[in-house]
């Protein structure tokens, strides 16, 4: 690899997944930075799973720098349900962009992974030297061997080929533009959506999974977006990096948190029939922190947005 790249504002800068949670927040922040050639591509024109098709896209528009965030993601129950398209979808997405990314002769691209590559039972907070050591959590591992997946190819392609594509692993993000389907949606997002309407209803009572003992760790999408940025332009290594904030909270005291911020006034119910997965997971972030990076955005603050984003813009969206 030729040493430490930085993007300069004029550069061509790719996001895929720019629909997404984090792939919208990685746009909106680049174009607040100054980046002025910042674009992407709507599924329906391009779809990325597709390798021949995304080469030519490549080719024509010439990327210096790829932020490769498009996914299939959901939470535990989607993930449970849907291990084929977890895995099957997400393996096409990563080798299509990635081989393409090495073809054109990219500047850098950069992987956005997921803190549930790594296993079940590990030492907290979870070092980077973890990955591999142990078994995965059995809720999302298909998720998560597909994002083993797109980060050993990124490795091969470096040792191959002396690529740079470097690999970052965030904790839990939320945030606006959070998908709030309850039936596909990540933790937080779908509490808010259960809450607002249990609010709305008058419901004497909502019930979650599990004890509520299980610890995570949340980082606005905002801070993660901002993070991804300081990484490409301060980060060259091979070796993968924790994206976090450094601390968690029980899924009980998250549920306590979201009934303040919603004015929820009825009683949480815990069906401990319900799988909860892996019982902690936080990311120790010293590797990040050491380069220069910390999280800004408290989980109280980041919920209240997220909660107003909800508000004025998925109001509507029934609790299918």
């Known amino acids: 690899m030729e040493g430490l790249l930085a993007m300069h504002t004029s550069d061509r800068i790719f996001v ?33 799973r597709d390798e021949e098709r995304t080469l030519e896209f490549f080719k024509k528009t010439k990327p210096d720098y790829i932020f490769l965030a498009a996914a299939k993601c959901g939470g535990i129950k989607d993930n449970i349900n849907h291990p084929v398209q977890f895995l099957e979808d997400n393996l096409k997405i990563q080798n299509s962009v990635i081989s393409a990314a090495h073809k054109i002769k990219v500047k850098k691209l950069l ?7 790594y296993p079940r039972q590990c030492a907290q907070p979870i070092h980077e030297s973890e990955l591999l050591s142990g078994y995965l959590e059995p809720t999302n591992e298909a998720y998560s061997l597909a994002k083993i997946a797109g980060i050993k190819l990124c490795q091969a392609y470096n040792k191959q080929y ?3 594509f470097i690999c970052a692993q965030p904790s839990n993000v939320y945030g606006p533009r959070d998908n709030f389907n309850p039936e596909t949606s990540h933790v937080i997002a779908g509490l808010i959506n259960r809450f607002h309407l249990a609010k709305d209803s008058k419901a004497e009572s909502i019930e979650c999974w599990g004890t509520g003992s299980a610890r995570r760790e949340f980082i606005y999408v905002e801070d993660l977006a901002d993070a991804l940025i300081f990484l490409m332009n301060n980060y060259d290594d091979t070796e993968i990096v924790n994206v976090g904030v450094g601390r968690d909270v029980s899924i009980k005291e998250l549920v306590a948190h979201i009934v303040d911020v919603v004015g929820y006034e009825g009683k949480v119910k815990w069906d401990t029939s319900k799988p909860e997965g892996m019982p902690q997971r936080l990311l120790d972030t010293t590797k990040l922190n050491d380069l220069g990076w910390t999280s800004k955005t408290s989980l109280d603050h980041g919920l209240y947005m997220t909660y107003e984003y909800f508000k004025l813009d998925n109001i509507k969206l029934e609790n299918k």
Do not use: M
């Open 16 to 48: 895929a997944g720019h629909k997404g949670l984090v792939g919208s927040a990685i746009v909106r922040i680049l174009r607040e930075k100054g980046y002025e050639n910042v674009f992407y591509i709507p599924h329906r024109d391009l779809d990325l």
């Open 111 to 117: 992987f956005l992974g997921s803190a549930c590559i």
């Open 162 to 164: 002396g690529t740079n």
